[in-house]
């Protein structure tokens, strides 16, 4: 008698179901080495050249001019996105993975990822005291009121990529570049408002990448077995 095949799509026997491993892009533990690579590059390739708080090297003064430069028409159209990292997109981003998934766990690693990376972004800028572009420079087109405090990291760019290094093996494949490449205008955005410089945003990269890898470890949002079934 030929052995009953298991339904497509039913979880393999003492394992996470197909589904788990489909949302992982079927490669998790290379994806988050990738992620623990890249986020500790970022971040320490951004603290490693600082090194004069006081002082701003020639080319990221030229980079941050390059964009704060920029007409005052992309004013309103990256306001919005920007707001991506804000302190709130905990729930927003909880809401995003809700309606992915319909579980709990991406539910909790979106909302935690953005509270961490809050949090640490606050421990950073007290460690390394940066000011921030107005502080720093002369001719800065400062663009949003209230700006005070210090500026290693950029606390939204943090924000931002904490939540996308969540959601990106949440969302379906033609759409996973996107979380990433929002997170990434939210910190061209910060450079063009005047709020942070380069070194700011590159900083804040990586620490927000190596909050959402701990989110999703904690979380257990990501299992190591990620292949589908034989019908």
Request: aromatic share 10%; with cysteine; net charge positive.
């Given at each position: 008698m030929a052995a009953q095949r298991e339904p497509v799509g039913a979880p393999p026997t003492g394992g996470p179901s197909w589904r788990d491993g489909r949302l992982a892009h079927a490669r998790p533990w290379g994806r988050h080495a990738t992620e623990l690579a890249a986020g500790t590059g970022l971040l320490g390739v951004g603290w490693l050249l600082l090194s004069d708080n006081t002082k701003v090297p020639r080319w990221e003064v030229e980079v941050f001019h390059q964009i704060n430069d920029l007409p005052d028409a992309l004013r309103w159209p990256l306001w919005p996105v920007m707001q991506l990292g804000n302190f709130w997109m905990w729930i927003g981003g909880a809401g995003i993975a809700y309606a992915l998934t319909r579980r709990w766990r991406p539910t909790a690693a979106a909302a935690s990822a953005v509270l961490l990376g809050w949090a640490a972004a606050k421990v950073v800028k007290h460690l390394v005291d940066r000011g921030r572009p107005g502080d720093l420079l002369e001719g800065v087109d400062i663009r949003e009121a209230g700006l005070h405090g210090h500026g290693f990291v950029s606390g939204h760019t943090v924000v931002a990529f904490a939540l996308a290094t969540?959601?990106?093996?949440?969302?379906?494949?033609?759409?996973?570049?996107?979380?990433?490449?929002?997170?990434?205008?939210?910190?061209?955005?910060?450079?063009?408002?005047?709020?942070?410089?380069?070194?700011?945003?590159?900083?804040?990269a990586g620490l927000g990448i190596l909050c959402g890898l701990v989110s999703a470890l904690v979380f257990g949002t990501i299992h190591p077995v990620a292949t589908r079934p034989a019908p």
């Amino acid at each position: 008698m030929a052995a009953q095949r298991e339904p497509v799509g039913a979880p393999p026997t003492g394992g996470p179901s197909w589904r788990d491993g489909r949302l992982a892009h079927a490669r998790p533990w290379g994806r988050h080495a990738t992620e623990l690579a890249a986020g500790t590059g970022l971040l320490g390739v951004g603290w490693l050249l600082l090194s004069d708080n006081t002082k701003v090297p020639r080319w990221e003064v030229e980079v941050f001019h390059q964009i704060n430069d920029l007409p005052d028409a992309l004013r309103w159209p990256l306001w919005p996105v920007m707001q991506l990292g804000n302190f709130w997109m905990w729930i927003g981003g909880a809401g995003i993975a809700y309606a992915l998934t319909r579980r709990w766990r991406p539910t909790a690693a979106a909302a935690s990822a953005v509270l961490l990376g809050w949090a640490a972004a606050k421990v950073v800028k007290h460690l390394v005291d940066r000011g921030r572009p107005g502080d720093l420079l002369e001719g800065v087109d400062i663009r949003e009121a209230g700006l005070h405090g210090h500026g290693f990291v950029s606390g939204h760019t943090v924000v931002a990529f904490a939540l996308a290094t969540v959601l990106t093996p949440l969302v379906p494949g033609r759409w996973r570049y996107v979380p990433y490449t929002l997170a990434s205008l939210v910190g061209f955005a910060r450079i063009y408002y005047g709020a942070h410089l380069p070194l700011d945003v590159i900083g804040g990269a990586g620490l927000g990448i190596l909050c959402g890898l701990v989110s999703a470890l904690v979380f257990g949002t990501i299992h190591p077995v990620a292949t589908r079934p034989a019908p």
